[in-house]
């Protein structure tokens, strides 16, 4: 997969794990509607709302982001997220290579605690997303109540 060493890409990813950043999200997508190229199309502050509101439903593209929610009264967590969206009216061959590319896409981006595969707005909830967080970070203090 070409281009994921590009220094915008990586600056973007830097950022977002970043505590000194306000940023918190990026997307890459596709630069074309044939070949491997990704390009960086887009980053931001204001977290997976935000993200979940620049996918594209004729696309496939890769979102990346930093999530921080409240463990207890107490604590904070940041974790990181990559997402995997595939658009309902994205081609069936682009569809079908995602599951090839993205691997290259979590090498990159290998810093992540959980992978969420989208096909659906409803799909990045960030509600369900934080569920899911805290069942894999493993400890939860919040007595199982998400």
Known sequence: MSNLDSPD????YDSVRS?????NWLLLSYS????DKLVLSGTGTGGLEELTSKLDDGQAQ???ARIEYANDTESK??????????GENTKV???ARVSIESGTVKSVMSHHSIQVDARDRGDLDEKDVVARLR????ADYNGGRG
């Open 32 to 35: 074309g509607a044939v070949g």
């Open 62 to 64: 890769y979102g990346y």
């Open 93 to 95: 061959m682009r569809k």
């Open 9 to 12: 890409i990586l600056a973007a």
């Open 77 to 86: 967590r940041v974790k990181f997220i990559l997402i995997v969206w595939i």
């Open 19 to 23: 505590d000194k950043d306000a940023t």
């Open 135 to 138: 069942k894999a970070g493993g």
